[in-house]
């Protein structure tokens, strides 16, 4: 079935620095969304893309339903954005939603 | 905005009892909402997809007599945990969307049941 990879499983950073989370899907994809699930376990939208790339603040987000990947970049990682990263996607003219199996990121002074 | 609600955050129940969340559409018509679990250490599973004026399809491994899901209209849709176990805790996390080509899946923050 439908599967999405999501990579890496776990991150580790220095306040500062940046790195990329990446989700590889196994058939086409209508779009992606990425989430943030915080300490609390509360889910929070981050990005909403069904083509090209979004910024918001030291996020980035692209997609590329053609090569069937999703890319979710930090730059200048803060303490407060440890927690566990999810990409969604719906599946090309279902409602049925894969998700990937999450990164968790660690940021560390 | 598209914004979705999902209540309670954080609930607890004793094993055996149910329990209901909620889950609340603004800003736009849920022409569709799917209810998912991420149970500790696992990623989310897709429990059922509802459709106004459509039956509600469950996934394998889950079934209306222990998720009875209720969609009376285009901006609410509820779901039970009926006889609630320690395999049911997680957290519950309510998925909507709109129709007319829209593919745009908004999501709540998600219910996180404990149970005792």
């Known amino acids: 079935g439908d599967q999405v990879e999501q990579s890496p499983s776990a991150l580790s950073l220095h306040e500062g620095t940046g790195s990329a989370l990446r989700c590889n899907f196994t058939t086409t994809m209508r779009a992606v969304q990425w989430f943030r699930k915080n300490s609390r376990g509360s889910l929070i939208n981050l990005f909403y893309?069904?083509?090209g790339t979004k910024e918001n603040g030291r996020l980035k987000s692209a997609f590329d339903s053609k090569e069937r990947y999703s890319t979710l970049h930090i730059r200048d990682a803060q303490l407060e954005d440890s927690g566990t990263y999810f990409c969604a996607a719906p599946r090309t003219g279902g409602y049925k939603v894969v998700f990937g199996s999450g990164t968790r990121l660690l940021v560390s002074p | 905005g598209a914004l979705v609600y999902q209540y309670p955050r954080r609930t607890i129940c004793k094993s055996g009892t149910s329990m209901r969340m909620e889950c609340q559409a603004v800003?736009?018509?849920?022409?569709?909402v799917a209810w998912y679990r991420q149970s500790p250490q696992k990623t989310f599973e897709l429990i059922a997809l509802s459709t106004v004026n459509s039956a509600i399809k469950y996934e394998q491994n889950f079934t209306q007599e222990k998720f009875p899901i209720s969609h009376p209209n285009l901006s609410f849709s509820s779901m039970t945990v009926l006889n609630a176990y320690l395999e049911d805790r997680g957290l519950y996390l309510c998925?909507?969307?709109?129709?007319?080509?829209?593919?745009?899946?908004?999501f709540g923050a998600g219910t996180r049941l404990s149970v005792l």
């Open positions: 893309l069904a083509s």
């Open positions: 800003g736009f018509q849920a022409t569709s």
């Open positions: 998925g909507a969307r709109t129709g007319g080509g829209q593919n745009t899946l908004y």
